[in-house]
């Protein structure tokens, strides 16, 4: 199969269905929970008013028991107990960073296994969330990138994760208690494993639960999606989602990027950067983020400083510099911390932010890049990456 050829999610998606037969109402959209309550014997005159009840339970209170959604009535909670399920994948793993970062190895339907892992800083705490059971991009210094693609998440697994964070995190608040504060799970970034824009739909069915002001609450601009380049499907991002754009860029030439990132072999870097003017949504307030991945020798002389610079003018953006996160049989070695603030001081004198990333999570192979389902762990050999990628 062509590797970058696009995916056909519902090909690739399981049914929405639980390990016990029954519709898993965690992912619904607010209209296909009506309808489905509608098609069990609901009064469509009462259903808005069920969805809105069942929706607080599971997405405000945390609530996975329809016998705990105690202003439904007795009957109608058994009713809903025979025909419905309120499912979120399983917890196999989970593993605490000296710094603080957590990663969890969850286990979804078919028994495929995806990671997902929480960043707490000072200001914040970013859940780095996946979309796909590996990659079909390959992307050569990416550790997903060297499992292949099992299939695309559902957008009942896709927000589960979230749930099943903030049950770690003890976020849920308990009935009839205030929920005002700060909040431990503030942020979403699509940048787990799989390219999100190659299983849109569900990835916008799951954020709209998530930016849904009855249940999660997150502001459309504490989530954001990372897409290596799926051009067609950009635009399209802001007008369905309307949430923060990442790119995964990485290279200032279409002979580079095509070796790291194959899908720059579809849409080269010309036709990312006319749709990247056009986004809907860019503004000095809205800037896009340009991923960059310092590999040494590879992307980051003075020269692809300069160039990435001409590049992006015109575009309201920010640069986020990340030092490789290495991993067994890499091809690739992380620039030096040298190398890496001169790259980061030209950006910075053009006028753009350059934040370098500080690796989070290492040694528990937490950090970007560096995800890859337990289940799927045959590695590739740093020759066969090289023979693969000419690098």
């Known amino acids: 199969m062509d590797p970058v050829a696009p995916i056909i999610p519902d090909m690739l998606t399981v049914p929405r269905k639980a390990v016990d037969g029954l519709p898993n109402l965690v992912g619904m959209s607010r209209e296909a929970m009506r309808d489905a309550l509608i098609g069990v014997g609901t009064a469509e005159k009462q259903a808005k008013m069920r969805v809105g009840q069942i929706w607080q339970w599971i997405y405000h209170w945390g609530v996975r028991d329809f016998d705990q959604m105690t202003n439904l009535s007795k009957d109608y909670r058994a009713m809903l107990k025979e025909q419905f399920v309120v499912a979120v994948p399983e917890v196999v793993t989970r593993q605490v960073s000296d710094d603080g970062t957590r990663k969890y190895l969850v286990r979804i339907a078919g028994g495929h296994e995806v990671e997902v892992v929480y960043i707490p800083e000072t200001d914040r705490g970013t859940l780095c969330i996946s979309s796909q059971v590996g990659c079909t991009l390959t992307c050569s210094f990416c550790h997903t990138g060297t499992q292949k693609l099992v299939r695309n998440l559902t957008s009942a697994e896709i927000i589960g994760q979230v749930l099943v964070a903030r049950d770690d995190l003890g976020e849920w608040p308990e009935h009839g208690t205030r929920t005002d504060g700060p909040r431990l799970l503030s942020n979403i970034v699509l940048m787990g494993m799989g390219e999100p824009l190659y299983n849109f739909e569900n990835v916008r069915d799951a954020m709209k639960i998530a930016m849904d002001p009855d249940g999660i609450q997150l502001s459309r601009r504490r989530i954001t999606l990372s897409t290596s380049g799926v051009v067609p499907e950009i635009a399209r991002t802001a007008q369905e989602i309307g949430c923060q754009l990442a790119i995964s860029f990485h290279a200032t030439t279409d002979e580079v990027r095509d070796k790291l990132v194959p899908i720059n072999k579809r849409w080269p870097i010309a036709d990312l950067l006319d749709a990247l003017r056009a986004y809907p949504k860019v503004s000095n307030s809205e800037r896009i983020t340009f991923e960059y991945v ?10 692809d400083a300069h160039r990435l610079m001409k590049l992006i003018d015109g ?28 790259f980061a001081d030209i950006v910075h004198k053009a006028g753009y932010s350059s934040p370098v990333r500080k690796p989070r999570g290492e040694d528990i192979m937490a950090a970007c890049g560096q995800l890859k389902s337990e289940t799927e762990r045959g590695r590739k050999s740093r020759a066969q990456i090289k023979a693969e990628t000419g690098t």
């Not at 310092?294 to 020269?303: E, H, P, Q, R, T």
């Not at 991993?327 to 890496?340: E, H, L």
């Open 315 to 342: 575009i309201p953006a920010k640069i986020n510099l990340i030092p490789f996160n290495e991993w067994p049989g890499a091809p690739y070695k992380r620039s030096s911390n040298n190398r890496i603030r001169a």
């Open 294 to 303: 310092m590999l040494d020798g590879v992307n980051d002389s003075d020269a």
